[in-house]
């Protein structure tokens, strides 16, 4: 199922979609994601789409046919927040940065997790990420963590 939202007038054009396994707008919006997840093949974006665990859910920003933004994203449930709204991804491409797509996509993910009943929404960001770390903070998100991780 696939639902637009259209989103606040700083970018007036900008138009915010789910995207589902199948849709046809992956064709622009996986080369936005791949800035972010240089790994991530098609093939392997169809493994974790057809996965059977609760996977993320994709949002992306769209102006016309031109992918601006995605966001990777789904709500958990733990024994620190209840219930949550994690953001596994959140990428603007190169192009399209300063110009309101970051936070469109953000704000609607905020309103998904009000509805959704989460308490918190959160998402974890590469130390060296230094301009997404002065995004999170100017959209009032707090550092309220270290995230430890083990290849395995």
């Known amino acids: 199922m696939t639902s637009d939202t259209t989103a606040p007038a700083a970018t007036a054009r900008l138009t915010l979609v789910d995207l589902g396994a199948d849709d046809p707008r992956w064709a ?8 972010l997840r240089p790994h991530l093949t098609a093939d392997l974006l169809r493994q974790v789409l057809a996965d059977d665990i609760p996977g993320p859910r994709f949002l992306a920003a769209f102006d016309g046919d031109s992918c601006l933004g ?3 994203w789904r709500v ?27 936070a469109a996509l953000l704000g609607e993910l905020e309103r998904r997790a009000r509805d959704a009943g989460c308490s918190a929404l959160d998402l974890d960001s590469g130390v060296q990420r230094f301009g997404a770390h002065r995004f999170y903070l100017r959209e009032r998100l707090s550092i309220v963590g270290h995230h430890f991780a083990k290849a395995l």
Do not use: E
């Open 76 to 102: 958990l449930a733990n024994t620190s927040a209840v219930r949550k709204l994690h953001v596994d991804d959140l990428v603007t491409a190169p192009g399209a940065r300063s110009r309101g797509v970051g």
């Open 70 to 72: 995605v966001a990777g």
């Open 28 to 35: 622009a919006a996986l080369p936005v994601l791949q800035a």
